[in-house]
């Protein structure tokens, strides 16, 4: 039989029905996850249209995800994160939810706390077991959705839980027809969807969600979760690995709108933010992401890097204020003794720092030359440099004016005496057998010492 779908504006075949394959062995793709070898990716070099959505935002589980691989936060640092990112997705609510716990009565006093702010964006939903008194829970704690694990993959439903995938599905739709019940807008966290059989279980739970969806007139969202981070972005890659294919599959074949489809994923391959941006692409409307990708493993993508992919796909930050991401890095390694590692993009202490003496060179004639984009006006992170023994006279100027603000006139010139005395004074200690660079305190004091008039009053 041929349709016109009105979504892709073409003539389309409509026989192909995906049902649920009830298999009584589980469906490993030991082809693919030998557990001894390093998994591998396959192509059968079938594309799909890139098909973005016309919104995108993002989502947060730095409560709930981020909360699972450190200490747990205290009452007062929750509320102080969720300004932040309330901050941080400006007027048009770019972070569009985060999600919290409900358990103990810091969970709930934590929630409770920023409600209080009143702040439409991001909504605060939450994440509990798939039972009826946790949905109850979630409903007297004012929560309009809330999120619960519907594992997919046969690792999951077979050696895990111990069902069939027939029972898994059975078991699962109880459980979102009790959250509707109760009036609770459900969230499908499919756990490990890029280990799962995507035709002979995603899909088919997929449709029967649609169809739920349908008859009850309740939205209910997908949380793709590549829960190991085996997701691939990849053209022509197969499934179940390809980020295009589950996202093509779950709008083209289960026919979920953008709005309702959702990207989770992890780093355990370097891959969060590319499969995250490829999410985008096909057709995905949000990606989960957590602050500075704090999470399981090798943890979450991180929040930051997409809002500067949002920006880079949109052409606008759409009113996100960018330099909140530097304030909320300085509070997590001031007030929460977390140490991000000095080279992370963004949030990192030396990230757009530089060490040689021909990058600081170019920087001080114009530092569009080695400086990724105004990192002073986005983040309020001038570009820094390292004082080692390879920094030259360019690179104590540019260290020198950098962090005396120096502008226009007042920038001192790698020529001047004074900047010669004082890599004099740097040499000398590396002709003594220093190897560390010199750090920004040490610099002040040996120019208090021997240039004190360069700093100004």
């Known amino acids: 039989m041929i349709e016109f779908n009105k979504k892709s504006n073409t003539l389309e ?5 995906y049902s649920l394959q009830d298999i009584s062995e589980p469906n490993l793709y030991r082809e693919i996850y030998n557990y001894d070898d390093v998994p591998k990716c396959a192509f059968n070099h079938r594309r799909v249209p890139m098909y973005p959505a016309d919104e995108i935002w993002i989502t947060d589980t730095t409560f709930r995800d981020g909360q699972q691989s450190r200490a747990p936060y205290t009452v007062e640092q929750i509320v102080k994160l969720y300004e932040y990112l309330h901050q941080l997705g400006g007027p048009k609510g770019l972070i569009r939810q985060t999600e919290f716990f409900l358990y103990s009565d810091k969970d709930k006093e934590a929630v409770y706390k920023c409600m209080e702010l009143g702040y439409d964006f991001p909504e605060i939903t939450s994440w509990i077991r798939a039972s009826k008194s946790d949905f109850k829970l979630a409903k007297e704690m004012g929560m309009k959705e809330t999120g619960f694990l519907v594992s997919c993959s046969d690792y999951h ?3 895990k839980l111990k069902m069939t995938r027939k029972q898994a599905m059975e078991s699962y739709l109880s459980v979102i027809k009790e959250a509707i019940s109760v009036g609770i807008r459900p969230r499908c966290h499919l756990e490990d969807i890029t280990r799962a059989d995507f035709y002979g279980f995603v ?3 997929a449709l029967e969600l649609r169809k739920l969806m349908d008859e009850s007139g309740v939205p209910i969202k997908i949380r793709a979760c590549d829960t190991m981070g085996y997701g691939v972005s990849y053209p022509g890659a ?3 690995r390809s980020v295009p294919g589950i996202i093509y599959g779950l709008r083209h074949h289960a026919g979920f709108p953008s709005e309702l489809l959702e990207w989770h994923g992890h780093n355990d391959f370097y891959k969060a933010v590319s499969n995250s941006s490829t999410a985008w692409l096909y057709g995905c409307s949000a990606v989960n992401c957590s602050l500075l990708g704090i999470g399981e493993r090798t943890g979450n993508t991180p929040l930051e890097a997409m809002v500067f992919e949002y920006a880079s796909l949109r052409g606008t930050t759409d009113g996100m204020d960018t330099r909140i991401i530097t304030e909320f890095a300085e509070y997590y390694e001031k007030e929460l003794d977390y140490e991000i590692p000095p080279r992370t993009p963004f949030v990192g202490k030396h990230f ?18 080695y400086n990724i984009f105004n990192t002073d006006k986005l983040l309020n992170r001038p570009i820094g440099v390292a004082i080692t023994q ?8 540019l260290w020198i004016n950098n962090n005396f603000r120096f502008r226009g ?3 001192i010139d790698k020529k001047d005496e004074r900047v010669g005395k004082i890599k004099e004074w740097v040499d000398a200690q590396y002709q ?3 190897i560390t660079s010199i750090s920004d305190k040490e610099m002040l004091k040996g120019i208090r010492e021997i240039a004190p008039d360069i700093i100004p009053s």
């Not at 390879?390 to 100027?397: F, K």
């Open 13 to 17: 075949q409509t026989q192909y029905k």
């Open 157 to 159: 439903i077979f050696r």
């Open 203 to 205: 899909i088919p739970f």
């Open 238 to 240: 197969a499934l179940p």
């Open 352 to 369: 757009n720092v530089t060490q040689a003496g021909i990058h600081a060179d170019g920087l001080l004639k114009d530092e569009e030359i």
């Open 390 to 397: 390879t920094s030259g006279l360019a690179g104590i100027a």
């Open 409 to 411: 006139n007042d920038l």
């Open 432 to 434: 003594a057998g220093r």
